[in-house]
């Protein structure tokens, strides 16, 4: 995918243009991986390159004053977009400047200019452009072909950034899993801890999630991703009240890759969630902690096992 984070790294547009789809995309659930499927089959019949223009940041964090706390960071949602197929995206900070480009500009220098826009796949509520003037309708009127994505439904429930960030906040993981059409992931950096995992006989992954949503506190069962295979683990989020007299300001996410051994240090790890097998809770002891440890990993095989025939 071609990948440009500001204008100034945008390659001059091919001449067979683009096909462009234009939002904040967090989560890239069901309703965004329509648009972008749309998007990527309405560019291979024009012969176009499948395009997306996307945010560093929540465009609510200038225009409201504050953002909700994103179900996918950027490179999270940038990783998606190549597993969607999309082949070029632009990466654009939503300042003072860009809030106030008049929709005729956005379309004309940007999208046009810079991106060779031949046509549009937009979602039903797209939007761009100062005072929100880019409509669908409006770029209908400069000529384009524009094709709008109504509003998917799962289940009578529209899907939405919103709903499914309140279904993981409350640990309804199987909610946001429907609505996401994936299982609700975390995706981050392996981060240097304390190495009380391995002290315990269960080294864990420490994750730096770029501050994405997290589940409730607890111990879940996950796959982890690693290098494009899934390894089975086992993930507590917590503040580990067991080890530590004060809690910290933000919980920890340590994972431990079930039958793993290697350095994963500074590599990204994506962390798909199944199940919450049980609270965070304090011990008595380490040789407490490291028994229920133990049954939690065992725990988590057969919630993976189970899951993994279901899918079957």
């Not at 024009?46 to 960071?73: Q, W």
């Not at 490179?75 to 900070?93: N, P, S, Y």
């Not at 992931?185 to 994405?212: C, I, K, M, Y």
């Amino acid at each position: 995918m071609i990948l440009a984070r500001s204008l100034d790294e945008l390659p001059p547009p091919g001449a067979s243009g683009s096909v462009v789809s234009v939002g904040v995309f967090d989560g890239v659930h069901l309703g965004h991986r329509a648009i972008l499927a749309r998007n990527r089959e309405r560019a291979r019949q024009i012969g176009a390159c499948a395009s997306v223009v996307t945010f560093h940041d929540h465009p609510k964090r200038l225009l409201l004053g504050r953002a909700p706390r994103t179900l996918t960071s950027l490179e999270h949602r940038l990783e998606l977009f190549r597993r969607e197929g999309i082949e070029q995206c632009l990466v654009l900070a939503f300042d003072e400047a860009l809030r106030s480009v008049d929709a005729a500009h956005f379309a004309d220098e940007i999208l046009k200019a810079r991106l060779g826009a031949r046509a549009f796949v937009l979602g039903f509520d797209s939007k761009f452009g100062r005072n929100r003037e880019g409509t669908p309708e409006y770029l209908q009127s400069l000529g384009y072909p524009v094709e709008v994505v109504p509003q998917v439904l799962v289940r009578g429930r529209a899907v939405s950034s919103t709903a499914i960030r309140e279904a993981v906040e409350l640990g309804d993981l199987a909610a946001a899993a429907a609505l996401l059409g994936r299982p609700y992931s975390l995706w981050g950096e392996v981060v240097h801890g304390d190495a009380l995992g391995r002290q315990l006989g269960f080294p864990t992954a420490n994750l730096d999630p770029h501050h994405e949503l997290l589940p409730p506190t607890g111990v879940y069962s996950a796959w982890a991703q690693v290098r494009g295979r899934p390894q089975p683990a086992v993930v507590n989020i917590g503040y580990r009240p067991t080890v530590r007299s004060e809690q910290p300001p933000t919980p920890r996410i340590e994972a431990h890759l079930i039958g793993f051994s290697g350095d994963l240090y500074g590599q990204t790890l994506e962390l798909e969630f199944v199940q919450r097998l049980r609270e965070e809770q304090r011990f008595a002891s380490l040789a407490e902690l490291r028994a229920q440890i133990g049954r939690d990993v065992e725990s988590a095989r057969g919630s993976l096992q189970v899951r993994t025939l279901e899918a079957r």
